[in-house]
T-cell receptor, first 110, second 115 residues
C-alpha cells in the first residue's frame, strides 16, 4: 500500500522554469526521501531529509519538510530537459518500513 | 490505483537457509519488475531489474548466485536469498511497472531477519 501521495501526478514545464512537486504522508516518520526514475530504469536516490530538518538543498534541488502537516515538497530550479523523469517520495516510518507514493511524472520541454 | 503485493511481509530465518520473497501485481500484467533493498537508516538501493521471460539484470556489486530472481509470469517475480547470513538482514521491496507507461507501483516490502 502507498503511504506517500505525490501531486501533481503529471507536470509539464518549459526548460528554465522551476518545478515543484508535493508529497503528503500519514504516519510518523524518521525521514523522507526523494527519488527519481528515468523511463524504464530503477530508482535513483536524490535527497534525504530527516524529521528534525525543515529544509535541505542539493545543487538545483530544494526539499522542505513540514511534519505538522505531514507534507514535503521538492523544488527543481532552472529545469533542464534531462530532468524529465518520474519523481517519488518515500517515507521511512518509525517502524523502519519504507513506503512510496505513486510519483509525479515531470516533463521538461526544450 | 494498481496494487502490488509482497509475501511474506516479515520473515525470520536461521543462517544458512534460503528465503523466497514473492512480488505480485494483482490487477495488471507487469513485464518489468524491480527489486530493491534498504539497510536501516539508508536509502533504497536497486538490486536488479526483472524482465518477464528473460534473465534479470543485476546492479554492480549484487551477487547473482546469492540473490536469485525469477520472473516466470507477467504477474509474479520472486527473489530468493540463498544461504542467508545475518548481513543479508534488510528490508526488501519490489515494484512493478505498468506496461507501456512509466508508472510503477511499489509493494509493501518484506522485512528479512537472519539469525
Amino acid at each position: 500500500s502507498q503511504q506517500g501521495e505525490e501531486d501533481p501526478q503529471a507536470l509539464s514545464i518549459q526548460e528554465g522554469e522551476n518545478a515543484t512537486m508535493n508529497c503528503s504522508y500519514k504516519t510518523s516518520i524518521n525521514n523522507l526521501q526523494w527519488y527519481r526514475q528515468n523511463s524504464g530504469r530503477g530508482l535513483v536516490h536524490l535527497i534525504l531529509i530527516r524529521s528534525n530538518e525543515r529544509e535541505k538543498h542539493s545543487g538545483r534541488l530544494r526539499v522542505t519538510l513540514d511534519t505538522s502537516k505531514k507534507s514535503s515538497s521538492l523544488l527543481i530550479t532552472a529545469s533542464r530537459a534531462a530532468d524529465t523523469a518520474s519523481y517519488f517520495c518515500a517515507t521511512d516510518a518509525k517502524n523502519n518500513d519504507m513506503r512510496f507514493g505513486a510519483g509525479t511524472r515531470l516533463t521538461v520541454k526544450p | 490505483g494498481a496494487v502490488v503485493s509482497q509475501h511474506p511481509s516479515r520473515v525470520i530465518c536461521k543462517s544458512g537457509t534460503s528465503v523466497k520473497i514473492e512480488c505480485r501485481s494483482l490487477d495488471f500484467q507487469a513485464t518489468t519488475m524491480f527489486w530493491y533493498r534498504q539497510f536501516p537508516k539508508q536509502s533504497l538501493m536497486l538490486m536488479a531489474t526483472s524482465n518477464e521471460g528473460s534473465k534479470a539484470t543485476y546492479e554492480q556489486g549484487v551477487e547473482k548466485d546469492k540473490f536469485l530472481i525469477n520472473h516466470a509470469s507477467l504477474t509474479l517475480s520472486t527473489l530468493t536469498v540463498t544461504s542467508a547470513h545475518p548481513e543479508d538482514s534488510s528490508f526488501y521491496i519490489c515494484s512493478a511497472r505498468l506496461p507501456n507507461t512509466d508508472t510503477q507501483y511499489f509493494g509493501p516490502g518484506t522485512r528479512l531477519t537472519v539469525l
